[in-house]
């Protein structure tokens, strides 16, 4: 295995602003292709990150903080000690990786306005290979979900999930079964619908009128927000965001993505604490066999625009209706929105980063409120 190294500044140099240039970083130097023209993408980009945005009302609020919650107790035994130095020049530490650990924790972050209108907290779970920061200011700079629903009045929390951010991770494969996911450069653009299919990267061409900020400064800082994941510790997330909505209590859960799984799901174990769901285009479903628990708490499930014409999203989308629709049969109230039937184009499958992500928010603002949860 070889690892080739450029630096930040070199890489950041050869995608001079396009797709095209930042697919040409996958090839080599000798064929690389120049920096050509404006970045593609509706109304020519928007404002470079670190940019001044529109001044904005401040918001009010009464408290703001995190905590971690979740977790469990796991004995590990049968590894040699050994010696670590912990940074360069230090003291070598005798270190036995024996014993008990504490793992699978999450994390959270709230803001309380001053002057709460939605009548229960509203929580923000991430997708697969992403954090928290996913719903908080967006790639180009401007504010995100988090800011959105809090300027609506409604008490906001943000998470990490187990093995995220600031939730850690734990051991592999002695405590986390398996080894973590890693993403190249390409593979956002090319499986989140922002190109227009496999090797979209490569060729620097987007799906027509994407609304996701494809400039290169924007798309290098999202790409930094994807962090490595495993696909083996389902049942920890699980049982991490069930602690936070005991701790939490009554609240609105918006979902993106892999956390569909888990948004379905903890309101199937909790459907007492869940007042409303609302998934953003979720990767998977809940438990057929508990879809009773569902039936009393009102969903919205929401689609992007250029499934049609994806590998894989035709047959994610079509699981999540068939589940929606067992969800009516057994008499419960799901809504299922494809933002082109209601005149949203271009959308992503980071809807909540698109540069029309508000406009898709105001959506589901409305839709909490006429279900009487924001006053």
């Excluded at 719903?135 to 929390?157: A, C, I, M």
């Excluded at 227009?196 to 800082?221: C, E, I, K, M, W």
């Excluded at 083996?232 to 965001?241: E, G, H, N, Q």
């Excluded at 898709?360 to 279900?371: E, N, T, Y």
């Amino acid at each position: 295995m070889s690892v080739l190294r450029r630096p930040l500044l070199t890489l950041a140099a050869a995608l001079a602003g396009t797709a095209r240039a930042i697919a040409a970083q996958a090839q080599p130097a000798a064929t690389a292709t120049p920096p050509a023209g404006p970045s593609p993408g509706p109304a020519g980009g928007a404002a470079a990150p670190g940019a001044t945005p529109a001044a904005k009302p401040p918001v009010s609020l009464a408290r703001w903080g995190s905590f971690h919650v979740g977790g469990r107790q796991v004995e590990v035994s049968g590894k040699p000690v050994k010696e670590v130095r912990f940074s360069p020049g230090g003291v070598p530490a005798r270190l036995d990786p024996n014993g008990t650990y504490l793992a699978g924790g999450m994390y959270a972050q709230y803001m309380i306005p001053e002057a709460p209108r939605g009548s229960v907290p509203l929580l923000l779970w991430h997708g697969g290979g992403l954090t928290g920061v996913t719903w908080e200011t967006t790639p180009d700079g401007r504010e995100g979900w988090q800011h959105f629903f809090l300027r609506q009045g409604w008490p906001v929390y943000v998470s990490d999930a187990v093995e995220r951010g600031r939730a850690g991770w734990s051991m592999f494969p002695d405590i986390f079964p398996g080894e973590p996911v890693f993403l190249p450069v390409d593979n956002p653009w090319e499986r989140f619908r922002i190109g227009d299919g496999a090797g979209s990267f490569r060729r620097g061409s987007t799906n027509p009128g994407v609304q996701f900020p494809t400039d290169r400064d924007s798309y290098l800082n999202f790409v930094r927000q994807c962090v490595p994941r495993f696909t083996t510790t389902d049942d920890w997330t699980l049982d991490a965001y069930l602690a936070l909505l005991d701790r939490v209590g009554p609240c609105v859960v918006v979902v993106h993505s892999q956390a569909g799984l888990f948004g379905w799901r903890a309101a199937q174990e909790r459907p007492h604490l869940v007042r409303a769901l609302v998934l953003v285009e979720p990767a998977t479903t809940g438990d057929p066999a508990k879809i009773e628990a569902l039936k009393g708490i009102p969903q919205l499930v929401v689609y992007g625009d250029f499934i049609a014409q994806d590998a894989r999203w035709p047959t994610i989308r079509r699981n999540g209706v068939a589940f929606a629709e067992k969800i009516r049969a057994a008499g419960g109230h799901v809504d299922v929105v494809d933002l082109p039937e209601r005149g949203i184009h271009g959308n992503s499958h980071m809807v909540m980063m698109d540069r029309n992500g508000d406009q898709v928010a105001a959506l589901v603002q409305d839709w909490l409120a006429a279900r009487g949860l924001w006053r």
